[in-house]
């Protein structure tokens, strides 16, 4: 089994910055593509940003500029630098990862439980 840890979530003004970090572990063999998302009271679970295995990056463009993806292969990890955040951001963040638990099987989403992020204005 696969598990998915994230941290770094609280309560921050506008204009702040946020660090969400997510570590995975158990049976892994490789992650290909990791990623951040978000849903908001109300509103559909949507991409924040992913990021490949070669470090090819994607995001949504109204975190473009002001959010930053990033993982570390050796740990596992990925991580979400946030920063001028906007009360717009608050959600809880959910970490996502395509792991192939052993060779030749086939990739599997895994999810966290997610982590509160709150932007008071």
């Known amino acids: 089994q696969v598990q998915l840890v994230e941290s770094g979530g609280g309560l921050v003004q506008a204009g702040g910055s946020l660090r969400l970090s997510c570590a995975a572990s158990?049976?892994?063999?490789?992650?290909?593509?990791m990623g951040w998302y978000r849903q908001a009271p109300g509103k559909q679970r949507e991409l924040v940003a992913d990021?490949?295995?070669?470090?090819?990056?994607n995001y949504v463009d109204s975190v473009k500029g002001r959010f930053t993806i990033s993982r570390d292969n050796a740990k596992n990890a990925v991580y979400l630098q946030m920063n001028n955040l906007k009360p717009e951001d608050t959600a809880i963040y959910y970490c996502?990862?395509?792991?192939?638990?052993?060779?030749?099987?086939?990739?599997?989403?895994?999810w966290g439980q997610g982590t509160q992020v709150t932007v008071s204005s």
């Open positions: 996502k990862a395509l792991v192939r638990v052993f060779p030749g099987a086939r990739v599997t989403d895994y």
């Open positions: 158990g049976r892994i063999f490789s992650i290909n593509t």
């Open positions: 990021i490949t295995i070669g470090g090819s990056t």
